[in-house]
């Protein structure tokens, strides 16, 4: 089996104070993909290259405090891939890919983060930007390896996906440009929504992130942001996902899965 976890960590330096490192060692993930790392590599030198014996490969935002994401894992890459090519958002610290290639497979793990556009309009502009960009970059990449993204996408796809979705529906992260662009991925693109795949019904349970207003934790109205897209024939190994809620170390909530297959 290999197991793989994502979470936005919403900074690093606040989630370690919060016992993300006992957390990995206790769920013993093969790699984890971080988003949100809000640090810069003088503030990860001597500190947080390595996770719970994993080794850490990062892709740092040019601005301090800001994005950035990290893949640690058990395994060591073939390759590490920083950025996806694009000037805006590579400095924006949004994209590592960890490469595992043997002479029968070529297989990647990448860890994304998707930008917000609930600041305002001008950062809902660069939302689209980043998925016209991102949307062909990773129909490309289908067509030479498989892989998987785990990513905040900072969408969430069907009404399933989040608590409140009728008074949401012109809010960012539930936009129909935005869900549209989700189900063009995930029909005619090459992506599978593998917790969906798993889960394919859940409502209230499949929930990863949470407003820090109005007590929505504890009234768990929330979103599904937070997703395992992967090509078809590594989610068709999906054997479990877990959402871990009882400690939290962000205001995102780990989704775990295990795949019957390993590097």
Not at 14 to 34: F, L, M, R, Y
Not at 155 to 166: E, F, R
Not at 228 to 236: E, I, N, Q, R, Y
Request: net charge neutral.
């Amino acid at each position: 089996m290999f197991k793989l976890s994502s979470l936005n960590l919403n900074g690093i330096r606040s989630a370690a104070t919060k016992g993300v490192e006992a957390w990995i060692v206790q769920n013993n993930p093969d790699c984890i993909c971080v988003q949100e790392v809000k640090a810069q590599a003088p503030d990860v030198a001597g500190k947080f290259e390595a996770l719970a014996g994993m080794k850490g490969h990062f892709h740092f935002a040019e601005k301090k405090g800001y994005s950035g994401v990290a893949v640690y894992s058990k395994h060591e890459p073939s390759e590490v891939v920083v950025g996806m090519g694009s000037e805006e958002f590579d400095a924006e610290g949004r994209y590592v890919e960890c490469r595992f290639d043997t002479p029968s497979r070529k297989l990647s793990v990448i860890s994304a983060y998707f930008p917000s556009g609930s600041s305002g309009p001008e950062r809902q502009e660069a939302k689209f930007r980043f998925l016209d960009f991102m949307g062909p970059h990773l129909k490309s990449l289908g067509a030479a390896r498989e892989f998987i993204v785990c990513s905040d996408v900072n969408i969430a796809h069907q009404q399933a996906d989040l608590k409140n979705w009728k008074s949401n529906q012109k809010n960012s992260g539930f936009l129909p440009e935005e869900r549209a662009w989700m189900t063009h991925m995930t029909t005619e693109g090459p992506l599978v929504d593998v917790y969906r795949r798993l889960h394919p019904a859940t409502t209230d349970e499949c929930y990863t992130w949470w407003s820090n207003r109005g007590q929505a934790y504890a009234k768990n109205v929330g979103w599904r942001l937070d997703y395992h897209l992967a090509t078809a024939g590594l989610a068709t190994g999906a054997q479990k996902a877990e959402i871990y809620k009882d400690t939290r170390f962000s205001d995102h909530a780990p989704l775990t899965i295990d795949y019957n297959w390993t590097l």
